[in-house]
């Protein structure tokens, strides 16, 4: 019995460790493992994991990386080709286009109508899952980023944009699903980003929030760590609380 019980043991001890997912791989920050493994599945759910995680390295990165944002919007695409009704592959897909416009500019972003083609993508997430957090979250972040890059009038004029909307659409995100650490953080940043006067109190309150909350990933560690910097910035130091938040929203320094 107890030879047995040592054969066990030998067998469990020399057993090979089991490979991570993808998605575990992405969710402990090692995005270039979970790069190689989504993209290597040649599925849907393969390239949609590639793709967060590409927009997860992008954005956590000391530098702005145009080329990152771009691949993730290849790999999105690919996810939507095998799959069109993945919601949340229109949502990263949107996203990526979004953060690209940041990069190249307002003027290239509407000669090649991003902002509307990211709003097709968000409508058609929503159409999949109308309760998608995400992309709740996204939509809210969108309509809030059009009017602060255009003015209340023209944002309304060319793609019937407004805070009013985007504050409607947070609302909705934070209803389907309170604990999004993700979405309550872009919330904070997006208004920051926007008017930190005017909504110096939801401002605090979303970051505040944040705080509380218990991280899933590595970006969102890394979320929680930044709204914890920009709390104290906005107290102490605006031009400084400013310049952090354009940067991570992904604008050119």
């Given at each position: 019995?107890r030879?047995?019980a040592?054969?066990?043991l030998?067998f469990v001890?020399?057993?090979p460790?089991a ?10 920050g ?5 790069i190689?493994?989504g993209?290597a599945?040649?599925t849907?759910?393969g ?6 995680a590409?927009?997860a390295?992008?954005t ?6 145009l080329?990152?944002?771009r691949?993730a919007?290849?790999?999105?695409r690919?996810?939507?080709?095998l799959?069109?009704?993945l ?15 940041r ?14 083609h ?9 159409g999949i899952?109308p ?5 709740l ?11 602060r ?11 019937d944009a407004?805070v009013?909307q ?12 309170p604990?999004?650490?993700?979405v309550?953080y872009?919330?904070g ?22 705080a ?8 969102e ?15 102490k130091d ?10 991570y929203?992904g604008?050119?320094q």
């Open positions: 019995m030879f047995a040592a054969l066990l030998l001890w020399a057993a460790l490979a991570a997912t993808p998605y575990e791989s992405y969710a402990a090692r995005y270039a493992e979970a190689k493994a993209t599945a040649n849907a759910i390239y949609l994991i590639a793709t967060r590409v927009l390295d992008a956590t990165r000391p530098q702005l990386c080329d990152c944002l691949r919007e290849t790999l999105a690919k996810a939507i080709a799959d069109p009704h919601a949340d592959a229109h949502v990263y897909l949107a996203v990526a286009m979004g953060q690209e416009a990069i190249v500019g307002p003027v290239w972003a509407r000669a090649h109508n991003y902002p509307g990211a709003k097709d993508e968000l409508d058609a997430a929503l899952d309760r998608n957090a995400w992309a979250g996204a939509l809210g972040g969108w309509h809030v980023e059009i009017v890059t255009g003015g209340d009038t023209l944002a309304g004029w060319l793609y407004s009013d985007g504050l409607a659409a947070f609302a909705a995100a934070f209803a389907a699903a604990n999004n650490l993700t309550r872009q919330y940043l997006s208004l920051s980003g926007y008017d930190a006067d005017r909504f110096a109190p939801e401002i605090k309150d979303a970051f505040a929030r944040v509380k909350m218990k991280p899933a990933t590595a970006y560690f890394v979320a929680q760590k930044r709204a914890a910097e920009l709390t104290a910035l906005l107290k605006r031009e400084a609380f400013a310049a952090r938040v354009r940067f929203q604008y050119p």
